[in-house]
């Protein structure tokens, strides 16, 4: 597809390289989170040392519906997903979402990404002041839902331009 009149000719190539790269970082962590629940002695590429661990994270009560979801339904509910399965689904709809340029795809962008980053704001209050840890993969997270809040914000004001010029 070529580039479409009136939209920042680096928002595709930005949005798709985000995407790819959020899932990645959730597919990883997805596979992390498995491993050290099958065996409990695997070190994952992302744990450090004792206060650097994203296994330790991931395997957390946060790691899960973001520590929320248990108070619902049950801990092992198919409704507590790891966070990084919503990750998948997250980034998987920004991709697809991304090649509409309608406003209401648009619209749905932006209202997602700024849902992200609350999740990211939230996580990362959690991983700093309650687990005490850093974990890269986390943190990597939390800076491409920035960077995809920023994109779907330039995505919904071309938008709004172009339908105002077609009028």
């Known amino acids: 597809m070529g580039a479409i009149q009136g939209f920042p000719k680096w928002e595709r190539k930005v949005r798709m390289f985000l995407c790819l790269f959020g899932l990645v970082l959730s597919i990883y962590a997805l596979h992390v989170e498995v491993s050290r629940e099958r065996n409990p002695d695997y070190r994952a590429l992302c744990d450090l040392g004792e206060s650097v661990s994203c296994s330790k994270v991931f395997t957390s009560r946060w790691g899960r519906g973001f520590g929320l979801v248990q108070y619902f339904v049950a801990k ?92």
């Open 76 to 167: 092992d509910s198919p409704l507590n997903q790891p966070n990084s399965v919503l990750g998948i689904i997250f980034y998987t709809l920004q991709m697809g979402l991304g090649l509409s340029v309608s406003k209401k795809a648009a619209a749905f962008l932006v209202f997602s990404s700024w849902v992200s980053v609350a999740g990211s704001l939230y996580l990362a209050s959690i991983l700093a002041f309650v687990l005490g840890d850093f974990c890269m993969v986390c943190v990597s997270t939390y800076i491409v839902n920035f960077a995809l809040l920023y994109t779907n914000l330039k995505r919904k004001r071309a938008v709004q331009e172009i339908k105002e010029k077609a009028r």
